[in-house]
């Protein structure tokens, strides 16, 4: 009996020792896992930086940076399967059931799945047409936001406010890229209807002429003239063509200089007034 009971103990301690081995080896190729994602990122975004500034590749580094999400997005998934195919061969599963499983998977994802395969088909799209990439300002849906991420089912952006919006890229439909080339810093000005409106539109277009000490801006601003005639002023349009992304801050400094001018040529921008007539 205590023989029976000793070898009954060994085949459990053997049954706990192999399980507690798979255990382990399953928690092993896991941790090897993410450290070969992480390791991969930055290998990925290493070369892509590298190529970017000795101008081997036809990128620059938005663009390094948007292949950079993409591409580390796809071995992430890459790196993901192949963990789980060795955790669950290491469980017992045999490889012809594996190649079964899988097969099952991709006539599962082909008739329930179509929406991730349009996102990660437009995910392609969106990189190689350069439809817009990571740092661009960009308007998706109605929200406005700079691009954070870019992987192969979702873009996302993070709002004025610090809001983060993720739209799968199957989804996305209309884009305005404000990024793209350049991009025109517009300031309206209103002057009084007392004024005399061409002397004011011979003086802002002297002043924007004369602006040489704003980098950002690429060409001489130009007057357009009268957009409206308000209930207090008639607004003239400015227009500069600019770098992208710095039409806000040219924008402020136009308003600072077009302010200074017109106090210093005595023409007012008026303040909203309204008149009353009282009826004897």
């Known amino acids: ?32 896992c993410l450290f070969l994602v992480q390791l991969s990122r930055k290998a990925v975004k290493k070369f892509l930086m590298k190529q970017a500034a000795n101008n081997k590749m ?10 950079y999400s993409i591409v580390s997005s796809i071995i992430k998934y890459l790196l993901y399967f192949i963990a789980f195919c060795t955790i669950l061969t290491q469980l017992g599963v045999e490889k012809s059931s594996l190649i079964a499983i899988a097969g099952a998977g ?19 799209f969106i990189l190689f047409e350069d439809h817009f990439g990571i740092g661009d300002i960009v308007e998706i849906q109605g929200k406005t936001g700079t691009v954070e991420a870019i992987t192969m089912r979702t873009t996302k952006i993070r709002d004025g406010n610090g809001a983060v919006h993720i739209f799968p890229n199957g989804s996305i439909g209309t884009i305005t890229n404000y990024c793209k080339d350049y991009i025109n810093a ?7 209807y007392e004024q005399d409106i061409q002397q004011a ?7 924007m002429d004369n602006i040489k000490e704003i980098p950002q801006i690429l060409e001489t601003p130009q007057v357009l003239g009268v957009v409206d005639l308000g ?19 040219v924008e402020r400094m136009l308003r600072l200089r077009i302010k200074n001018r017109l106090d210093k040529e005595n023409i007012s921008i008026p303040f909203p007034q309204t008149m009353v007539h009282i009826a004897k």
């Open 1 to 32: 009996m205590s023989e029976f009971l000793a070898l009954f103990s060994e085949r459990n301690i053997e049954k706990l020792l192999a399980l507690g081995y798979k255990i382990f080896y399953c928690f092993v190729v896991l941790i090897v």
């Open 106 to 124: 991709s006539v599962a994802i082909g008739l329930g799945a179509q929406n991730v395969i349009q996102d990660m088909l437009d995910g392609f």
């Open 186 to 192: 517009i300031v309206d000005v209103g002057i009084a």
């Open 58 to 67: 036809p990128v620059d580094e938005r663009k390094a940076n948007t292949v």
């Open 231 to 249: 209930d207090s002023a008639v607004t003239i349009r400015i227009v500069a063509k600019c770098e992208v992304k710095q039409n806000l801050a």
């Open 201 to 207: 539109i011979d003086v802002l277009q002297n002043e």
